[in-house]
């Protein structure tokens, strides 16, 4: 059995992400830092794992991620200062990639959103710039690491439907980015069990074109 860890498993993505897995036999961790939310996790067939990935350490991260196939990194500051943008999309993220290698958890997901890295463009004194950074960091010391990695850039993400029809690197988003939370983790779920997307990075938005085929032309 696939034993796959998603980190940040409360979120919106992260919770049906591990209902996906956990359908399809998979066994999932869903590392949380709330332990309040422990129901909602246990709800979707996860294993709920309380740990602070801001505070903890790259040590205690392994430990946490033992034994497992895969992680899935679907954490974040949700917004608020720099400072804890930083300590947890940058900090945080590249001490679960370093845990990752550490625990031989060698397939890692990284969900990071489309048009990130080190020309993402977003001005200083914009309040996305903390975000815009850490994530490129993350990202970049991800593609380093030696993992088997993939990133997934979503566009701006919504509570529509996941309809699972996605367009695979948009060459023109004037019309908008809209991304279902729901199709970001239905591309999740696909691209753990397709070792061909490994050292790739998927940047796409709601589409028109069926999963697997519009994966198959990412790959």
Do not use: C
Request: hydrophobic fraction near 40%; glycine fraction near 10%; proline fraction near 5%.
């Amino acid at each position: 059995m696939t034993r796959i860890a998603i980190i940040g498993g409360h979120g919106k993505v992260a919770l049906e992400l591990s209902s996906l897995l956990s359908q399809d036999g998979a066994e999932v961790t869903s590392i949380i830092r709330n332990p309040d939310h422990r129901a909602d996790v246990a709800a979707t067939g996860a294993s709920p794992l309380v740990l602070d990935v801001e505070k903890s350490t790259t040590a205690e991260i392994a430990a946490a991620l033992k034994d497992h196939d895969g992680v899935v990194w679907s954490a974040g500051a949700g917004g608020g200062s720099p400072e804890r943008t930083y300590a947890v999309d940058r900090d945080a993220a590249i001490r679960s990639i370093d845990a990752a290698t550490q625990a031989r958890a060698r397939r890692y997901v990284m969900v990071s959103y489309l048009g990130a890295g080190p020309d993402h463009g977003v001005p200083a004194d914009n309040s996305f710039h903390a975000y815009a950074e850490a994530k490129a960091a993350a990202d970049e010391h991800l593609r380093g690491s030696g993992l088997e990695w993939t990133i997934l850039g979503p566009g701006s993400l919504t509570d529509g439907p996941g309809n699972g029809l996605i367009e695979v690197d948009p060459a023109d988003t004037s019309d908008g980015t809209d991304t279902a939370r729901a199709n970001v983790a239905l591309v999740a779920a696909a691209v753990l069990g397709l070792p061909q997307t490994a050292g790739r990075t998927i940047e796409f938005r709601d589409g028109t074109l069926p999963l697997a085929a519009a994966l198959e032309s990412a790959s």
